[in-house]
């Protein structure tokens, strides 16, 4: 049995909720089923208070306005959750390295860019990225062995990107 996973598209689509408040539903997949999960956002000045119900099960988090990782938060809650593992309190090293890879690939990129950082099924190049601008459109794509090399190559994409096209800067 293999665990939920959310998908990056779901996460982007998270996104505006999370920034905004209001609800949204998101699904979690995974080879024989998924489930959908109902989310509920209210934001004040410096938190996003965060319920969700999935099921019969239902919990919150409330994070931090701030760090550029709290996409990465809430989706790796949003996992726990419908894995089993929510009550833990503790951080997997996976989601620890996926948080180190964030903060890496966050000093590369630009003031008006969001990167979303994700495992790869590649165990050589076992991290991703997509790097989008406000409006949403894909500045840069890559993938990497740890999270130096991923950093690098967004840095890579994102200036070959803009030698050619400045929207995105």
């Not at 938190?47 to 809430?74: C, E, F, M, N, W």
């Not at 309190?89 to 979303?116: F, H, K, N, R």
């Not at 990225?129 to 990497?144: I, K, L, P, S």
């Amino acid at each position: 049995m293999s665990d939920y996973n959310i998908s990056l598209r779901q996460v982007m689509l998270l996104q505006n909720t999370l920034e905004h408040g209001g609800t949204a539903s998101c699904q979690l997949r995974r080879p024989e089923t998924c489930l959908e999960a109902n989310i509920s956002v209210e934001n004040d000045e410096e938190t996003h208070h965060i319920k969700v119900s999935l099921g019969p099960l239902a919990s919150s988090i409330t994070l931090a306005r701030d760090p550029s990782t709290k996409y990465q938060s809430l989706r790796d809650f949003l996992q726990d959750l419908a894995n089993g593992r929510a009550e833990s309190g503790s951080l997997s090293e996976e989601a620890i390295a996926l948080i180190e890879a964030q903060e890496s690939v966050d000093e590369v990129i630009q003031a008006g860019q969001i990167a979303y950082v994700i495992n790869t099924t590649n165990p050589r190049l076992p991290y991703g990225a997509v790097v989008t601008n406000d409006d949403g459109e894909v500045c840069a794509a890559a993938t990497g062995s740890s999270k130096e090399h991923l950093a690098e190559n967004v840095r890579a994409k994102l200036w070959i990107y803009q030698e050619g096209f400045e929207e995105c800067a």
